[in-house]
């Protein structure tokens, strides 16, 4: 089993940027990712890494907005959100777990963290 904690949540006007962390521990895994769920929405994949080669993949709704990395010292991964718009307020989870950017194709989550964007 992996653990991951999330941080670094908040609330931002539209145009501002956050940083999302998340800190694994635990077993080894392939691919760290970020999620999102919005009121009344289905949960939504944004970003994610492979740790191996550090390969990264994105949502269409945040290219050239959002960035994905990793500290592999650290075991930790980072979300930078620059541009943010109202549309992007959500609970953003973190995800360890194989290859892909279906939720079932993570196996540990972590608690989430709130993302405000105001208007």
């Known amino acids: 089993q992996v653990q991951v904690v999330e941080s670094g949540g908040g609330l931002v006007q539209a145009g501002g940027s956050l940083r999302l962390s998340c800190a694994a521990s635990?077993?080894?895994?392939?691919?760290m990712g970020w999620f999102r769920r919005a009121p009344g929405k289905k949960l939504e994949f944004v970003a994610a890494i492979s740790w191996s080669d550090g390969n990264t993949y994105y949502a269409d709704s945040v290219q050239g907005r959002f960035t994905i990395s990793r500290d592999s010292a650290k075991i930790t991964v980072y979300l930078q959100m620059n541009s943010l718009k109202p549309e992007d307020t959500a609970v953003y989870c973190c995800?360890?777990?194989?290859?892909?950017?279906?939720?079932?194709?993570?196996?540990?989550w972590g608690q989430g963290t709130q993302v405000t964007v105001s208007s």
């Open positions: 635990g077993r080894a895994f392939s691919t």
């Open positions: 995800a360890a777990g194989g290859a892909g950017i279906s939720p079932s194709d993570y196996g540990s």
